[in-house]
Antibody, heavy 116, light 108 residues
């Protein structure tokens, strides 16, 4: 059974940093692109970033470019999102999803709240 | 950036009725790289349709997708009680994927 479990969310002050993790199981992690998608409270979905199987290609939505970094560790079946210079508008549930853009499996999400 | 506009914002129907949801793109979506998701409160999105018309694994055949270019449609042929949720379209024809704002399908 495919499982994606996010962790690392929480309350952080504006300008702060947070690192999200996504633990994958039930499939060959190293064979898939992976993505992060977020959803602000009561709002719609926003694709954030993705990463190729070997980490050689990464893409970001313009609003996080230069602040967020996506990475992966295929030996640990894990996906990461390093978030720096956080802003109030980054407050959202962050989901990891299997796939470059179309997510056929999603985690349950982890909430990031940016507030003073 | 391709902007997706979904209509209507809210659709009120009864179980057994047919639902037609629209997704219009600000420019042509290459190769019909258009997906549809269903999301229920407190849950992650669930992939329904990809490539504009291909059903994802395990999705009932009452769900169908159609369209090309800038106009796409998700049709639910006969609504079941579990189908009432929010539906999102997503384009992935460019390296910057975008979602529509969603259509809420509610029980009339």
């Amino acid at each position: 059974e495919v499982q994606l479990v996010e962790s690392g969310g929480g309350l952080v002050q504006p300008g702060g940093s947070l690192r999200l993790s996504c633990a994958a199981s039930g499939f060959t992690f190293s064979s898939y692109w992976m993505s992060w998608v977020r959803q602000a409270p009561g709002k719609g979905l926003e694709w954030v970033a993705n990463i190729k199987q070997d980490g050689s290609e990464k893409y970001y939505v313009d609003s996080v470019k230069g602040r967020f970094t996506i990475s992966r560790d295929n030996a640990k079946n894990s996906l990461y999102l390093q978030m720096n210079s956080l802003r109030a508008e980054d407050t959202a549930v962050y989901y990891c999803a299997r796939g470059a853009y179309v997510g056929d499996y999603w985690g349950q999400g982890t909430l990031v709240t940016v507030s003073s | 950036e391709i902007v997706l506009t979904q209509s209507p914002g809210t659709l009120s129907l009864s179980p057994g009725e047919r639902a037609t949801l629209s997704c219009r793109a600000s420019q042509s979506v290459s190769s019909s790289y258009l997906a549809w998701y269903q999301q229920k409160p407190g849950q992650a999105p669930r992939l329904l349709i990809y490539g504009a018309s291909s059903r994802a694994t395990g999705i009932p055949d009452r769900f169908s997708g159609s369209g090309s270019g800038t106009d796409f449609t998700l049709t639910i042929s006969r609504l079941e009680p579990e189908d009432f949720a929010v539906y999102y379209c997503q384009q992935y024809g460019s390296s910057r994927s975008t979602f529509g704002q969603g259509t809420k399908l509610e029980i009339k």
